[in-house]
């Protein structure tokens, strides 16, 4: 069974420090894998898409890097900032007709100043 | 370009009642979905619409229908709600199987 597994499940951290969120997956076989940001009260945007061949991907202070060879991908969080405080999910797409998505249950992010 | 809108934001149902959620897009985009949402689990797909004249179950699609009314919207029915969809209804869209899909803001919906 296809699964994706994020951790931590939350975690807190002072203003200006860097943090990074772990995804683990099982999805076979590999497509791509994104890393969505979910405000509260929002639906999640994209960040981020890491394919086979790619090892690192940055948009701004995010660099999300990719093992396909251990299907671990993290998503590394530069100077956090208090707009950063939100739930960041990792999403797998299998490489199969319809392209299926296994969504990760979220890490939850607080920024504290 | 307001993207995805899902209406209502909030509803508040009795157990037994039927209602019928919004989403529409202004993406131009052929692939719609509806997802749900739950307290540490993430998210589930309930319907999706590949493109404009064709819909298929998702991973959770019991107690559920969807129409797809055109290519901009994509509605999802509750006949009989229950206590157990009480949740947060997502809607999605996107061009292609290769882009990322764009989300709504969500409706919550409470069902007593």
């Known amino acids: 069974k296809n699964q994706v597994e994020q951790s931590p499940q939350s975690l807190i951290i002072l203003e200006g420090k860097n943090c990074t969120l772990q995804c683990n997956y099982t999805v076979s076989p590999f497509s791509n894998l994104r890393w969505y940001k979910q405000d509260t009260g929002r639906g999640p945007v994209s960040l981020t898409i890491m394919t086979f061949s790619e090892n690192t991907k940055s948009n701004g202070r995010y660099t999300a890097t990719l093992d396909a060879d251990t299907k671990q991908s993290s998503l590394h969080i530069t100077a956090s900032q208090l707009s950063d405080s939100a739930s960041y999910i990792c999403v797998v797409s299998a490489a199969a007709a319809g392209n299926k998505l296994t969504f990760g249950g979220g890490t939850r992010v607080l920024v504290k100043p | 370009n307001a993207g995805v809108t899902q209406t209502p934001k909030f509803q508040v149902l009795k157990t037994g009642q039927s209602m019928t959620l919004q989403c529409a897009q202004d993406m131009n985009h052929n692939s719609m979905y509806w997802y749900r949402q739950d307290p540490g689990m993430g998210l589930r797909l309930i319907y999706y619409?590949?493109?404009?004249?064709?819909?298929d179950k998702g991973e959770v699609p019991n107690g559920y229908n969807v129409s797809r009314l055109n290519k901009r919207e994509f509605s999802l029915r509750l006949e009989s709600a229950a206590p157990s969809q009480t949740s947060v209804y997502f809607c999605a869209s996107r061009p292609n199987y290769n882009q990322p899909q764009h989300f709504g803001d969500g409706t919550r919906l409470s069902i007593l």
């Open positions: 619409s590949a493109s404009e004249g064709t819909t």
